[in-house]
C-alpha cells in the first residue's frame, strides 16, 4: 500500500513512514524491541518471500495495517533468504533506551534510525556468503568513442575483501567481462539501462541491477570522489584511467558510501586490467562448458568442482577467478606453471604446505569485518590464526633452497609481516571467546589490570551476597530466607509468607522494608543491599566498558596494517592454489601443456576432466583422443576438422575437451593430457547444445542462429571455435547450406582453429575443396544388430549416423524400430538427388574459395537408363556396337526428359 508523510497516523507509524519513504527501494527491518516488523507493502513481500505469517497492526486511511516480523536474534537467516532472492534491505535501530524516550512525555517515539542498507554487493557476514566465492559489486559506465560507437567501462569491488579493479571494454565484450566477474549486484546508469540494445540483456541477469542517475558521473567529480575516499591528492600512483573507468569506479564508491552510512570498507585502489590480457569467453561460451556453474546453476558437475582441491576459503576464490579468467601472456602462464610444477615434484614440500595451509582461516574477510565495526572477538581470532600460519610458511619456504618466481611473491609478502601482531592478539584473547563483543568474556586475564580488577568485584560480590543471606537469616530466625535477583526490581530478600508477618513488625521492619506480597511469598529490601547492586552494576557496567575499549583498540592497531594483512592473505591464496593444482596433477597424471604465441594447437591423448572423473567413480575407463587444429604445412592459419558420428558416440564431449584444456592451460594450470603444444587463444567460442529462450520469443533454432552469428562476425584467427551441429534445427537443405557456407566464413574470414561437429555428412568432401579443413570421426562398431561405441575420434568420415540404432538403445518400442528400418531402407533406394560434393563447383557463393576442379563426378540418372545400362557387356561390343550403344543411351536420356518437360 503507497504511503504518504501527509497523513496523520499515530506517533509511531509516522516514524515509520518518514524513514520508509526515505528508502523506497528497500524493505525496512524497523526495530521494535526484541523484534524487526515490517509494514504495509514490505510486509506482504517478506510474509510470501519467507513463509512466515502475515498479521496486522492498526488501521491507516481506515484499511488495516499488514504487518510481519522476525526475531533480532534470528535475523541473520531471514537476511540471508532476502538477500538470495534479490531484496534490499534497510537496517532500522533503535538508537536510544525507551527509558530515556519517556522523559520526553508518555507519547513519545523511540529514536530509530537506519544503520546498514544491505544489498547482495555490499554482505560481509560469512553466513551471508559463499566462503568460496567472491561478492562482487559491479559499475557500469560508458563514453562514447564515436558517432555510432560506445565502449564500456567495468568496476567490481568486493566489499568482503577489499579487492577493486576496473578495466574498459569494446562494446561486444561488455557481457563476456561481466560473465566473467559474475557479480552479485551491477550499478547501472539510467542511459545505459534504458539503452535499446540492452534493456533486455539487464531484465534477464541474474544478478541485482541497481539503477544510478547520470548526476555525479562526471570525470571531475568522480576524480575527486576517489581522491577523497584513498585520501590521495593524485590517482596517478593508481594508474591511468579513462573517463569512464573513474565514472564506474567512482559509482562503486558512491554505493558503497550510500549502503555502509558512515563506515568505510578498507577497500585497496582500483586495480586496472587490459583489455585482451585475458582469454575472452562469452556468457553462452561460458554456460556451454560449465565452468564454474552447470547449466542448472549447481556448482556440483562444473569444472571448478572437479579442479577444486583447495583448502582455504580465500584459495578457492582464487581458483575460481584464474578459471574464469585465463591469461593470453605466455610469460605470465609460464611463471604460474612453473610453480605448479615445482610443487608436482616435491611431494614433500607440497604436502608440507598443504598441512599448514588446513590451519589457514579467512583472513581477509575477517578483517573487512572488523573494519567495517561488525566484526566480533572471533574476527580477531581469525586474523591472530591468520597471521601465526603465515608466519610458519614464510618461515618453512625461507628454508626451499630454489622457489619459483610466484611462490617467492607469497614468501615475501609473508615474511613482511609483524609477528608482533599475531602475539598481540594472542596475548589480549581469551581461550574460549563469544560470537559478539557485547557479550563480555573475550579478553585473557591478566591482559588489563583494571579490568582484572572489576572482574574480581563482580566475583567478590557473589560472596558477600552469600555472606549477608547467612547474616540476615541468623538475624531473623528464619532458615527459608533468600537473597535473590531480577530485572525489575533488583536484589530482594524472599521469605514464606507466614515467615514474613515478622518482618512487617518491630525490630524487624527497622532493617527490612517491605516491597511485594506474592503467591506464599514475600518480598523486602534493606540499605545493604541497594549498596550492594550499585556496586556491583558499576562493576558489571566498569568490566564491560574496558573491554569494549580493549576490543577497540586491538581493532584500529590492525587498520593501520591492513594493506599488509590483505597482501599476506591473498599470498596464502596463491599458495594454497598453487599446490592444489599441483596436487592434482600429480595425482591425476596431468601434463604441462606448452603454450607460446604461435598458432599451434597440438593436443595428444586429452581427456575431458569432469567426464573422466565420473567414469571413474563408476569403474569406466575414459578413452583418450588426440586433436590437431595447427597449420598445416606453410598455411598461417589454423586447421577446421569435420567430426562426424553418431549422437551418443562422444562427439560433443572430444569438442568440450578440447576447449577446457585451453581454459586449464592458460589460466596456468596442468591439462588432462599425455601432452599439449598451444599457441595463445585470445578467444574462445562455443556452440554447443539445444536450449530455447521462449520468453524473448526465440526457439531453439533462432538461439542457434545469434550464437553462430557472434562467433562468425568475432571470432579471429586466434580464437578457438567449437560448433556442434549447426542447422540441424531447420529443414535438411536449409541447415546444410548454412552449415556449408559457415564453414566456408570459418575458412576464409575468421581463419580460426575450429571443430566442428555434423551430421551432415555430405559437407565432409569440403574437405577436398579447403585446404585446411580435414575429417575425423567417432569410431563405432556394431554387434549382433546394436551399435557399439567405441569413444575413438580418428581421421576419416562416417558413412552413417546409426539413428535408428541409437534410438533402440534410448527404449523406442520395437514396433517404431522395425517400421524406421523398413522406411530407411526405402528411402535409400529411391534416392537420386545429386550428390553434394559434385554440387560444390555448380555454386556460385562457392566458386570463389573452390580448389582447382577433381575429375568429373558421375552423376546417377533414372533407373530406366540403369536397366539398359545394366544389359550392356562392354567386354563384347566391337567399337561401332559400342558407339550404337552410346547413341541409344543418348536418346534414352533425351526422351526421358522431354517426358519431364510434358
Known amino acids: 500500500m503507497p504511503v504518504s508523510v501527509a497523513d496523520k497516523p499515530s506517533p509511531m507509524m509516522q516514524q515509520y513512514i518518514e524513514i520508509k519513504v526515505a528508502h523506497p527501494d528497500t524493505l525496512l527491518f524497523y526495530r521494535m524491541g526484541d523484534f524487526y516488523e515490517l509494514f504495509f507493502g514490505d510486509a506482504e513481500i517478506a510474509s510470501r518471500s519467507l513463509g512466515i505469517v502475515l498479521t496486522k497492526r492498526g488501521k491507516h486511511l481506515g484499511e488495516d495495517i499488514p504487518m510481519c516480523g522476525v526475531p533480532v536474534d534470528k535475523a541473520e537467516d531471514y537476511l540471508e533468504r532476502l538477500i538470495a532472492a534479490g531484496h534490499r534491505v534497510a537496517v532500522c535501530e533503535q538508537?536510544?533506551?525507551?527509558?530515556?524516550?519517556?522523559?520526553?512525555?508518555?507519547?513519545?517515539?523511540?529514536?530509530?534510525?537506519?544503520?546498514?542498507?544491505?544489498?547482495?554487493?555490499?554482505?560481509?557476514?560469512?553466513?551471508?556468503?559463499?566462503?568460496?566465492?567472491?561478492?562482487?559489486?559491479?559499475?557500469?559506465?560508458?563514453?562514447?568513442?564515436?558517432?555510432?560507437?560506445?565502449?564500456?567501462?567495468?568496476?567490481?569491488?568486493?566489499i568482503s575483501t577489499g579487492r577493486f579493479t576496473v578495466s574498459e571494454v569494446s562494446a561486444n565484450a561488455l557481457m563476456a567481462e561481466i560473465a566473467r566477474l559474475e557479480p552479485r549486484e551491477i550499478i547501472v546508469p539510467d542511459a545505459v539501462l534504458d539503452d535499446e540494445g540492452l534493456r533486455a540483456y539487464w531484465q534477464e541477469q541474474r544478478a541485482s541491477v541497481t539503477p544510478m542517475a547520470h548526476e555525479g558521473l562526471d570525470s571531475a567529480s568522480s576524480e575527486r570522489r576517489l581522491k577523497d575516499y584513498f585520501g590521495v591528492s593524485d590517482l596517478a600512483g593508481f594508474g591511468q584511467f579513462s573517463p569512464s573507468e573513474l565514472a564506474a569506479s567512482a559509482a562503486i564508491i558512491a554505493y558503497v558510501e550510500r549502503t555502509q552510512l558512515g563506515s568505510r570498507p578498507p577497500l585497496s585502489p582500483p586495480a586496472r586490467e587490459v583489455e585482451g590480457a585475458g582469454l575472452a569467453i562469452d556468457a553462452a561460451t561460458r554456460a556451454n562448458l560449465e565452468l564454474t556453474r552447470t547449466l542448472s546453476g549447481e556448482r556440483a558437475g562444473s569444472l571448478l568442482a572437479a579442479i577444486d582441491r583447495t583448502l582455504t576459503p580465500g584459495g578457492g576464490r582464487l581458483l575460481a577467478e584464474r578459471l574464469a579468467g585465463p591469461l593470453t601472456d605466455a610469460a605470465a602462464i609460464s611463471h604460474r606453471q612453473d610453480a605448479v610444477q615445482a610443487l608436482s615434484d616435491d611431494m614433500v614440500l607440497r604436502e608440507r604446505l598443504r598441512g599448514l595451509l588446513r590451519s589457514a582461516p579467512d583472513m581477509a574477510r575477517a578483517l573487512s569485518r572488523l573494519l567495517l565495526g561488525r566484526g566480533g572477538p572471533r574476527d580477531l581470532a581469525v586474523v591472530r590464526d591468520g597471521l601465526t600460519a603465515s608466519l610458519v610458511i614464510a618461515n618453512y619456504l625461507e628454508h626451499v633452497a630454489i622457489l619459483p618466481i610466484e611462490l617467492e611473491g607469497a614468501r615475501s609478502s609473508l615474511a613482511a609481516l609483524d609477528p608482533e601482531w599475531g602475539k598481540a592478539l594472542s596475548a589480549a584473547l581469551a581461550d574460549e571467546l563469544p560470537l559478539l563483543k557485547r557479550d563480555g568474556g573475550f579478553v585473557r586475564e591478566g591482559y588489563d589490570a583494571n579490568l582484572d580488577e572489576a572482574r574480581m568485584l563482580q566475583a567478590d560480590s557473589r560472596k558477600v551476597i552469600a555472606a549477608l543471606q547467612?547474616?540476615?537469616?541468623?538475624?531473623?530466625?528464619?532458615?527459608?530466607?533468600?537473597?535473590?535477583?531480577?530485572?525489575?526490581?533488583?536484589?530482594?530478600?524472599?521469605?514464606?509468607?507466614?515467615?514474613?508477618?515478622?518482618?512487617?513488625?518491630?525490630?524487624?521492619?527497622?532493617?527490612?522494608?517491605?516491597?511485594?506480597?506474592?503467591?506464599?511469598?514475600?518480598?523486602?529490601?534493606?540499605?545493604?543491599?541497594?549498596?550492594?547492586?550499585?556496586?556491583?552494576?558499576?562493576?558489571?557496567?566498569?568490566?564491560?566498558?574496558?573491554?569494549?575499549?580493549?576490543?577497540?583498540?586491538?581493532?584500529e592497531n590492525m587498520s593501520h596494517h591492513a594493506e599488509a594483512i590483505k597482501e599476506a592473505a591473498s599470498a596464502l591464496a596463491v599458495i594454497d592454489v598453487t599446490a592444489a593444482l599441483a596436487d592434482l596433477a600429480a595425482d591425476l597424471g596431468w601434463a604441462r601443456p606448452h603454450v607460446d604465441a604461435s598458432l599451434s594447437f597440438n593436443i595428444e591423448g586429452g581427456r575431458h576432466p569432469v567426464v573422466e572423473a565420473?567414469?571413474?567413480?563408476?569403474?569406466?575407463?575414459?578413452?583418450?583422443?588426440?586433436?590437431?587444429?595447427?597449420?598445416?604445412?606453410?598455411?598461417?592459419?589454423?586447421?577446421?576438422?569435420?567430426?562426424?558420428?553418431?549422437?551418443?558416440?562422444?562427439?560433443?564431449?572430444?569438442?568440450?575437451?578440447?576447449?577446457?584444456?585451453?581454459?586449464?592451460?592458460?589460466?596456468?594450470?596442468?591439462?588432462?593430457?599425455?601432452?599439449?603444444?598451444?599457441?595463445?587463444?585470445?578467444?574462445?567460442?562455443?556452440?554447443?547444445?539445444?536450449?530455447?529462450?521462449?520468453?524473448?520469443?526465440?526457439?531453439?533454432?533462432?538461439?542457434?542462429?545469434?550464437?553462430?552469428?557472434?562467433?562468425?562476425?568475432?571470432?579471429?584467427?586466434?580464437?578457438?571455435?567449437?560448433?556442434?551441429?549447426i542447422g540441424r534445427g531447420t529443414a535438411t537443405f536449409d541447415g546444410l547450406s548454412i552449415a556449408w557456407a559457415a564453414i566456408e566464413h570459418l575458412h576464409e574470414s575468421n581463419r580460426c582453429r575450429s571443430l566442428f561437429a555434423t551430421h551432415y555428412h555430405e559437407l565432409t568432401a569440403l574437405s577436398d575443396r579447403l585446404k585446411r579443413v580435414s575429417n575425423a570421426t567417432v569410431r563405432v562398431t556394431e554387434w549382433q544388430g546394436d551399435v557399439v561405441f567405441l569413444h575413438e575420434v580418428v581421421p576419416g568420415a562416417a558413412d552413417r549416423s546409426y539413428g535408428i540404432q541409437v534410438a533402440k538403445l534410448a527404449g523406442l518400442p520395437p514396433k517404431v524400430i522395425t517400421r524406421a528400418r523398413a522406411i530407411l531402407n526405402e528411402l535409400e533406394k529411391s534416392e537420386r538427388e545429386k550428390p553434394v560434393s559434385a554440387l560444390i563447383d555448380d555454386l556460385p557463393l562457392f566458386s570463389a574459395f573452390a580448389a582447382p576442379a577433381a575429375a568429373p563426378i558421375t552423376v546417377a540418372g533414372p533407373d530406366v537408363l540403369r536397366e539398359a545400362l545394366d544389359g550392356i557387356l562392354p567386354d563384347e561390343l566391337s567399337p561401332r556396337e559400342a558407339l550404337e550403344a552410346l547413341y541409344r543411351l543418348k536418346g534414352l536420356r533425351r526422351t526421358e526428359a522431354d517426358e519431364k518437360i510434358g
Open 470 to 555: 547467612a547474616r540476615y537469616a541468623d538475624e531473623s530466625g528464619c532458615r527459608q530466607l533468600k537473597v535473590k535477583h531480577n530485572n525489575l526490581i533488583g536484589y530482594f530478600v524472599e521469605v514464606p509468607q507466614a515467615a514474613g508477618e515478622a518482618f512487617v513488625r518491630a525490630p524487624l521492619n527497622e532493617t527490612f522494608v517491605h516491597r511485594q506480597t506474592m503467591a506464599g511469598t514475600m518480598r523486602f529490601s534493606t540499605v545493604e543491599l541497594g549498596e550492594l547492586e550499585a556496586r556491583i552494576a558499576s562493576a558489571g557496567d566498569r568490566a564491560s566498558s574496558i573491554e569494549l575499549a580493549v576490543f577497540d583498540q586491538l581493532v
Open 95 to 158: 538508537m536510544e533506551n525507551p527509558a530515556e524516550a519517556r522523559k520526553r512525555g508518555s507519547k513519545s517515539v523511540v529514536h530509530r534510525a537506519v544503520v546498514r542498507l544491505v544489498t547482495p554487493g555490499t554482505i560481509t557476514e560469512d553466513r551471508l556468503l559463499e566462503p568460496s566465492r567472491s561478492n562482487w559489486l559491479a559499475a557500469v559506465a560508458r563514453r562514447r568513442i564515436s558517432e555510432t560507437q560506445w565502449c564500456y567501462a567495468v568496476a567490481a569491488a568486493d
Open 614 to 725: 565420473a567414469c571413474k567413480r563408476n569403474g569406466v575407463a575414459f578413452v583418450a583422443n588426440d586433436c590437431d587444429l595447427s597449420p598445416p604445412g606453410s598455411a598461417k592459419a589454423g586447421r577446421i576438422t569435420l567430426i562426424t558420428g553418431p549422437n551418443m558416440a562422444g562427439k560433443s564431449t572430444f569438442l568440450r575437451q578440447n576447449a577446457l584444456i585451453v581454459v586449464l592451460a592458460q589460466m596456468g594450470a596442468f591439462v588432462p593430457a599425455k601432452s599439449a603444444q598451444i599457441g595463445v587463444v585470445d578467444r574462445l567460442f562455443s556452440r554447443v547444445g539445444a536450449a530455447d529462450d521462449l520468453a524473448r520469443g526465440r526457439s531453439t533454432f533462432m538461439v542457434e542462429m545469434i550464437e553462430t552469428a557472434a562467433i562468425l562476425n568475432q571470432a579471429g584467427e586466434r580464437s578457438l571455435v567449437i560448433l556442434d551441429e
